[in-house]
């Protein structure tokens, strides 16, 4: 009779490394999909974090799978900012004080910004979280509208426009000043202001005409 080779080795290191190579993942998806958008694949995710395919595929089946994992808490972190923002007593500061913030968000991850201007993906945890959010913006610009800050015109929806033109700002001029997109924020919400009084310092400079030219050159639509 065979001997008994004994009990079989700990699943422990397999277990271990399979977490690094899921962090690793992360880490990367967050970096490419930062720079290249939702467009980016599991494969280019794979060759950045310089995993094997097949790896990638085991802990994140499709890349639905991975844009939850990665996106879900990001919207909850949105999310935290608007609720917090409700706290504050100035109504329309606290406007202006969650939309800067979200902005910066935004103009650092063009993943992030495709997540909360598209329902291509994210049909989970990301929806729960972004539904979450429409009530607590809501509150913040009714709450602003009421204090006499806002334009009563402002409607919840035009919130995402204007982050839809903060992001076109950061994808026209990102190659030739990435912070560029911050005085086109501060113009816009000077328009925002129900009684428009003395503008607002900006706080960028604007291109000159050889950054112009260098950007439109740069820019790929």
């Not at 690793?24 to 494969?43: C, H, K, N, P, Q």
Request: charged share 30%; proline share 6%; glycine share 6%.
């Amino acid at each position: 009779m065979a001997r008994d080779a004994g009990p079989a080795a700990p699943a422990r290191p397999l277990r271990r490394d399979a977490e690094l190579n899921r962090r690793r993942i992360l880490a990367s998806a967050r970096e490419v999909f930062g720079r290249r958008g939702l467009e980016a694949t599991l494969d280019d995710i794979a060759h950045h974090a310089g995993l094997g395919v097949g790896t990638v595929y085991r802990r994140f089946p499709s890349k639905e799978h991975l844009v939850e994992a990665m996106f879900a808490e990001r919207m909850e972190e949105l999310g935290d900012l608007a609720a917090k923002s409700l706290k504050a007593e100035d109504a329309w500061q606290a406007f202006v004080d969650f939309t800067w913030q979200a902005a910066e968000l935004h103009s650092a991850d063009r993943g992030l910004r495709e997540i909360m201007l598209s329902n291509k993906f994210g049909h989970e945890h990301v929806a729960e979280e972004k539904a979450r959010m429409v009530p607590l913006i809501t509150q913040l610009i009714e709450r602003a509208q009421a204090a006499g800050g806002l334009r009563p015109d402002f409607a919840p929806t035009d919130m995402a426009l204007v982050h839809m033109m903060v992001g076109s700002v950061v994808e026209f001029t990102c190659a030739v000043d990435p912070d560029l997109w911050r005085r086109s924020l501060a113009m816009l919400l000077d328009g925002l202001r129900a009684q428009p009084g003395k503008p607002s310092e900006l706080p960028h400079p604007p291109l000159d005409e050889q950054e112009i030219e260098e950007a439109m050159s740069c820019w790929r639509p």
